[in-house]
């Protein structure tokens, strides 16, 4: 059973950080993409970051310097997955949400396997 589980969320002030961690579980041995993806109210989803299988790092543009992603190889192939986010601005406010599948790549957004979400509120 694969389960995705996010931690670290929660509120902040503006130019503060937060780092989220997202356990993966049930994914023995396999290779799989991570990523993390965010929803603000009346907005639409949008990709945050993902690591590949290969773990090859990428970072939505307009995040990049401010946010990274990270993963560290678990036992048995359940990973666990970063998020550092720093000088956070108001319109980081979001739920977050972390995803996988057994793809290359994960920042397609049509993926297998979502977490509940952890809320971040930056005041």
């Known amino acids: 059973h694969v389960q995705l589980v996010e931690s670290g969320g929660g509120s902040a002030q503006a130019g503060g950080s937060l780092k989220l961690s997202c356990a993966a579980s049930?994914?023995?041995?396999?290779?799989?993409?991570m990523g993390w993806y965010r929803q603000a109210p009346g907005k639409e989803r949008e990709a945050v970051a993902t690591?590949?299988?290969?773990?090859?790092?990428?970072?939505?543009e307009s995040l990049k310097g401010r946010f990274t992603i990270s993963k560290d190889n678990g036992v048995n192939g359940n990973n666990i997955l970063y998020l550092q986010m720093n000088t956070l601005k108001l319109e980081d406010t979001a739920m977050y949400y972390c995803?996988?599948?057994?793809?290359?790549?994960?920042?397609?957004?049509?993926?297998?396997?979502w977490g509940q979400g952890t809320q971040v509120t930056v005041s």
């Open positions: 995803a996988a599948d057994f793809l290359q790549y994960c920042d397609g957004g049509r993926l297998a396997y």
């Open positions: 049930g994914y023995r041995y396999a290779s799989y993409c």
């Open positions: 690591i590949s299988s290969e773990g090859v790092p990428s970072v939505a």
